[in-house]
């Protein structure tokens, strides 16, 4: 038997980040955004991404002729994001959180992808990350964000998910335990991910709660 290290969440699920969300169209989403922003404020040039991950997102649109500049908390998911950098003049990324990052630059656009504005679980935590988006948004910009939608998580109510996923040198398994909390409108999402490598016979868990906030109209 080979065994199981058992470690917690950082480089080694920033590396496997990508494969895991390899379904995930991109390029789709990037180009849903740029007619967003092509209706309501074509003139824009320049774009913030808060909560940047990987880079994905920033890449596809810049192929809009967008430039985009990156933040992140996770100084592995940048590194992943400061290689796209390299091959794309458009794109820049730095560390920051999305509560507390200031700079001196305005954009015409901030996005906050993926469920970035459900990580903001206070009231407190929301005023932060608005006024982030205040502090560096062009008045006649557009801050263009998505998030968990209440009724469609009261409806669909929260289940365990297993997602299998396989390239030539990696197997990975990852197990999704949701707890929710409907007073709270959180919800606990308590993973397992079981990473194999084919070539080397080994084996990693790892394991992380990843508490999200989803929002009804009204708010």
Same mark, same amino acid.
């Given at each position: 038997a080979s065994g199981i290290l058992m470690i917690p969440f950082g480089p080694l699920y920033a590396k496997y980040y990508d494969l895991l969300y390899r379904d995930k169209d991109y390029g789709a989403e990037a180009a849903y955004i740029h007619d967003l922003i092509q209706r309501f *404020? %074509?003139?824009a040039h320049s774009i913030l991404d808060l909560g940047c991950g990987s880079g994905k997102h920033a890449d596809? !649109? #810049?192929r809009f002729d967008y430039r985009i500049h990156g933040i992140d908390h996770s100084p592995d998911m940048l590194? +992943? +994001?400061q290689e796209r950098a390299s091959q794309n003049s458009r !794109? #820049?990324?730095s560390p920051g959180d999305a509560k507390h990052y200031r700079s001196n630059q305005i954009f015409d656009i901030?996005? +906050?992808l993926f469920h970035v504005l459900s990580y903001q679980k206070s009231h407190q935590d929301l005023d932060s990350f608005f006024a982030t988006v205040q502090h560096h948004l062009? %008045? =006649?910009g557009l801050f263009i964000f998505d998030f968990w939608y209440g009724p469609a998580v009261? *409806? =669909?109510q929260p289940e365990i998910r297993v997602k299998r996923l396989l390239d030539q040198q990696t197997k990975i398994t990852r197990i999704a335990e949701p707890v929710h909390n409907l007073q709270s409108q959180i919800v606990d999402v308590h993973y397992t991910l079981f990473i194999e490598d084919l070539v080397n016979q080994k084996i990693v868990e790892l394991k992380e709660v990843h508490s999200m906030r989803y929002f009804f109209e009204c708010e």
């Open positions: *404020y %074509p003139h596809q !649109l #810049s590194r +992943a +994001a !794109l #820049s990324f901030v996005t +906050a062009n %008045p =006649q009261i *409806y =669909q």
